[in-house]
Each structure stands twice: as structure tokens, then as C-alpha cells.
């Protein structure tokens, strides 16, 4: 059983930065393709950036340039630089196999003001 613990969100405001991490305990994971996904308010969870397992990425139009995955094999890692916040990317961020077949971990809030 996968368990993630994601980190790293917080109140921002508008122009701001946050990095945020999360670990995942999956046998397989640096074999996988591992994303991000963000949930606000009224909307359903979106995903907003991909890795795979080799470095390539993909980006949901509205975060291109401005957000950054990555991810570190030997931490079961993965990060999400996030740049240039616009209040539009306030909500909850999960981590999940881009497939989204892990059970979903507690998420990491992120807030911003504008």
C-alpha cells in the first residue's frame, strides 16, 4: 500500500513562490510517471504537471513556464516549483501516479491573495 505525505504549501501572495514536495512510499516508483494535481474550490481535480520516470514533463497549459516538476529516485520524491502565483492557483495540491490509481494522500494547501 502507497503511502504520500505532501509538503510545502502555504498563503502567498500574487507574484509569489512555493515549492512543494511530496514522498511516496510506491516499490515502483522511480519506474512511474508521477504527477501533480490541483483541486479548487467548486472544480474537480485537475492535473497540472507530469514526470517520467526518465525527466520528461508535461504542463496544463494555464501553468506553462511558470511551474517546475521534478523529482530525486533515491528520496521517492517529487517537487513542484511553483513561480509567478496567480490567485487562480489557489487550492489543494495532490501528488499521484499520472494515472491517478493511488489512493490520495491529505494534499498540501496552497493560498493565494491577491
Known amino acids: 500500500q502507497v503511502q504520500i505525505v505532501e509538503s510545502g504549501g502555504g498563503l502567498v501572495q500574487a507574484g509569489g513562490s512555493l515549492r512543494l514536495s511530496c514522498v511516496a512510499s510506491?516499490?515502483?516508483?522511480?519506474?512511474?510517471?508521477v504527477g501533480w494535481f490541483r483541486q479548487s474550490p467548486g472544480n474537480q481535480r485537475e492535473l497540472v504537471a507530469a514526470?517520467?520516470?526518465?525527466?520528461?514533463?508535461n504542463y496544463e497549459d494555464s501553468v506553462k513556464g511558470r511551474f517546475t516538476i521534478s523529482r530525486d529516485n533515491l528520496k521517492k520524491t517529487v517537487y513542484l516549483q511553483m513561480n509567478s502565483l496567480k490567485v487562480e492557483d489557489t487550492g489543494t495540491y495532490y501528488c499521484?501516479?499520472?494515472?491517478?490509481?493511488?489512493?490520495w494522500g491529505q494534499g498540501t494547501q496552497v493560498t493565494v491573495s491577491s
Open positions: 510506491h516499490k515502483w516508483f522511480n519506474a512511474l510517471t
Open positions: 499521484n501516479q499520472n494515472d491517478a490509481s493511488w489512493p
Open positions: 514526470i517520467s520516470r526518465l525527466g520528461s514533463t
